[in-house]
């Protein structure tokens, strides 16, 4: 069963790099209705993975010396200029990339949680977007 999903996680961020995105999409929306919310959380990891093996082939591999964080280009709080979807993927990754279990458990657990039905799946497909165009700027030749 993991495997299967493994596989599909692979395969969703593939169709998402390869500019396929509604199926891409579509594969991450399956996942949603077929699995328990644990083994969504486990999607979201493994998508986070993915996005881990292209940020680090983009900045190399730091070690314990190095803090993943999120900074606004304007030098704002994220929580007042990011909208929300966004800020949970950058700040999963964020979290995964700093081998940080229990954010990124309560990034998941919140977004899933929440009151607004709409903000888990942005929350989920907006991982999944920013996972794909981490591949994307991290594999030579895959300029659009």
Known sequence: MH????????EAV????EGRREESVQILATLSETQTPSMMYGVALGIATVAKAA?????????H??????????????EDTVP???????????????DDTDTTLALYDAAYRSDDPDL????????????GEAVIAATPGADR
């Not at 940020?55 to 070690?63: A, D, E, W």
């Not at 929300?84 to 700093?98: E, K, Q, S, V, W």
């Open 84 to 98: 929300p979807h966004h800020l949970f993927a950058a700040r999963f990754i964020a979290a995964y990339l700093n």
């Open 14 to 17: 593939g169709r998402w790099v």
């Open 65 to 78: 010396a190095c803090f993943w964080g999120i900074r606004t280009a304007d030098g704002s709080r994220p």
């Open 55 to 63: 940020l680090t082939k983009m900045h190399g591999s730091h070690g």
């Open 120 to 131: 888990w799946p942005a929350c989920m497909h907006t991982l999944l977007a920013a996972t």
């Open 3 to 10: 495997e299967e999903i493994a596989e599909r996680v692979w």
